[in-house]
């Protein structure tokens, strides 16, 4: 029998194998947070950067190939349909779902926007910004954006009036209630580096500047602004931000075999404890 015969009558099987690379890039975030043997609050960790970045690349992963999976679902309705199986209708959002992001993709739309508009698909509403996960989706986004596209002119805090130029404030500041930035222990002199009035760079101890909030942020800098996040406490909130917003977002797909599909490529991985 020829090839082509052979071929006409079995189809070309959709999704034989997909390694989804979602489930990898989250695994190296949780594996670097794990390799942190210090106290929770101990600065100057590499792998803490690490985990940052990979874990918001493993949702940037997540939402392109949830996309993936809503156009190989819809695939199978279709082959299934030619074939003359009366398989159950995928919900009219999977197909909604994977337009709309690949509009988005196609625009350069940044990740929380995306987010945002899967969010707008699913439920008809936007994501509360100031409650979980989305507030910590977008604490991380804004760190790990800090990390590889950090610009010159940033804010920075301010101590006894004066910019802080190690410790920028988009970060600090949505980190610090948190509770998870190195923390000085007792008789530890923390080093800030400050402008004086002639725009000359200062380095002075954190004890000789006045009136320095016995509480404030900058009552714990130690040197340049990664060393304060690099302990294990930002590694593992960054994971957890992390699988709490796949999460979230896999629980709300309607009842689907696009949800299906998502649930055996990503629930696994992303439902790493801490």
């Known amino acids: 029998m020829a090839a082509h015969s052979i071929t006409a009558m079995c189809p070309s099987p959709i999704l034989t194998f997909w390694p989804a690379n979602a489930p990898t890039l989250f695994s190296v975030a949780v594996n670097s947070a794990?390799?942190?043997a210090d106290a929770f609050r101990v600065g100057g960790h590499d792998e803490?950067?690490?985990?940052?970045?990979?874990?918001?690349?493993?949702?940037?992963?997540?939402?392109?190939?949830?996309?993936?999976?809503?156009?190989?679902s819809l695939q199978r309705e279709s082959r299934d349909q030619r074939l003359g199986h009366h398989a159950g209708a995928?919900?009219?959002?999977?197909?909604?779902?994977?337009?709309?992001m690949e509009e988005a993709e196609e625009s350069r739309v940044q990740i929380q926007s995306k987010f945002q508009l899967a969010?707008?698909?699913?439920?008809?509403k936007a994501y509360d910004k100031g409650s979980p996960p989305y507030q910590d989706f977008s604490d991380l986004m804004a760190v790990r954006n800090l990390l590889m596209h950090g610009k010159a002119n940033e804010k920075f805090l301010t101590v006894d009036g004066k910019p802080s130029v190690l410790n920028p404030a988009t970060v600090i500041e949505r980190l610090t209630s948190k509770n998870i930035l190195h923390e000085a222990s007792p008789g530890e002199r923390g080093f800030l580096t400050v402008l004086?009035?002639?725009?000359?760079?200062?380095?002075?101890?954190?004890?000789?500047?006045?009136?320095?909030?016995q509480k404030s942020p900058a009552s714990g800098m130690m040197a340049r602004w990664t060393f304060v996040?690099?302990?294990?406490?930002?590694a593992e909130w960054a994971c957890s931000a992390a699988a709490q917003m796949a999460t979230?977002?896999?629980e709300k797909a309607p009842i689907s075999k696009w949800k299906h599909l998502m649930?055996?490529?990503?629930?696994?991985a992303f439902s790493t404890p801490f």
């Open 263 to 268: 649930g055996e490529h990503f629930r696994k």
């Open 90 to 100: 995928e919900p009219a959002i999977v197909s909604v779902f994977e337009q709309v």
């Open 229 to 234: 996040i690099g302990t294990k406490a930002v």
């Open 34 to 36: 794990k390799r942190i």
């Open 119 to 124: 969010h707008l698909v699913l439920t008809g």
């Open 48 to 72: 803490a950067l690490v985990s940052v970045v990979f874990a918001a690349a493993s949702l940037e992963a997540f939402l392109s190939e949830s996309a993936y999976l809503a156009e190989v």
């Open 196 to 213: 004086g009035d002639t725009a000359m760079t200062d380095l002075v101890y954190l004890d000789e500047i006045d009136n320095v909030p």
């Open 248 to 250: 979230d977002f896999m």
